[in-house]
């Protein structure tokens, strides 16, 4: 089964929300920018940083836009105002979110879309609440006062690489409950998993040279359930010879 970051659309359940008034400004946020690129095309070598080709185009439209997050496949939405923001949560709420914002749009997103969204960022299998929304701002300190309600779901930063680094972490983590998930399904959607198994993969490889942490743990289970999903799937196409 090949290692392929590509996968249709329509089979597309995650992706990033980006909300922030200076996003389109050249000079912020560049270790977070960076992680993104618009490489369609997984076998191409070199992908175009996306804040450096096609962040007006980004900007300009409602909806998501197929990137590629430190080289997985993502949808993506930046936005620079609440309402299209809250928008775009309205006609995605049957995704996995998440959602970046400066403090001070957050200061009053947030509370808004965990009053009308709390499903998207709560695990339907156990219930427990997503710490998938980052929060970035210049002094921690002042976003205390209305953060602390909302501690279950945010984290917040005052340096982006702290931030990516952090989302890298969640995101693997996320694929491999997920591929966990979906191998228990009877019967197991292998595919649907290796994709997922995949993704893991290559985010935990980026997360370890971006905190010099070995993962692996990790790296082994990820790894181990991947062999085990080529073998069955090895399994099956000599059963059907």
């Given at each position: ?73 993502f ?34 997103a ?13 695990d ?33 930063f ?27 399904k ?30 692996k ?7 181990k359930?991947?062999e ?14």
């Amino acid at each position: 089964m090949p290692n392929s970051g590509y996968v249709p659309d329509a089979n597309i359940n995650h992706m990033i929300i980006w909300l922030d008034a200076g996003i389109g400004d050249f000079d912020s946020n560049q270790h977070l920018k960076k992680a993104f690129s618009t490489q369609a095309d997984p076998t191409h070598e070199t992908p175009v940083g996306l804040f450096d080709k096609d962040a007006a185009e980004l900007l300009r439209v409602e909806g998501p836009l197929p990137i590629h997050f430190e080289g997985v496949y993502f949808l993506l939405a930046a936005f620079k105002n609440i309402e299209s923001c809250l928008n775009c949560f309205e006609h995605n709420q049957n995704k996995r979110i998440f959602f970046i914002t400066s403090g001070t749009l957050g200061r009053e997103a947030v509370p808004i879309i965990i009053e009308r969204y709390r499903h998207i960022f709560t695990d339907p299998v156990t219930n427990e609440p997503y710490m998938s929304i980052y929060v970035f701002c210049r002094d921690i300190s002042l976003q205390i006062d209305w953060a602390l309600e909302y501690r279950d779901y945010i984290h917040i930063f005052n340096f982006d690489a702290d931030l990516l680094s952090r989302m890298v972490r969640d995101i693997s983590d996320y694929f491999l409950t997920e591929s966990k998930r979906l191998l228990n399904k009877s019967p197991p959607n292998n595919a649907a998993a290796y994709h997922r198994l995949s993704w893991s993969n290559e985010l935990y490889k980026r997360y370890s040279k971006m905190e010099n942490n070995s993962m692996k743990k990790e790296l082994d289970e990820v790894n181990k359930l991947l062999e085990d999903v080529e073998n069955k799937v090895k399994s099956s196409s000599d059963e059907n010879d």
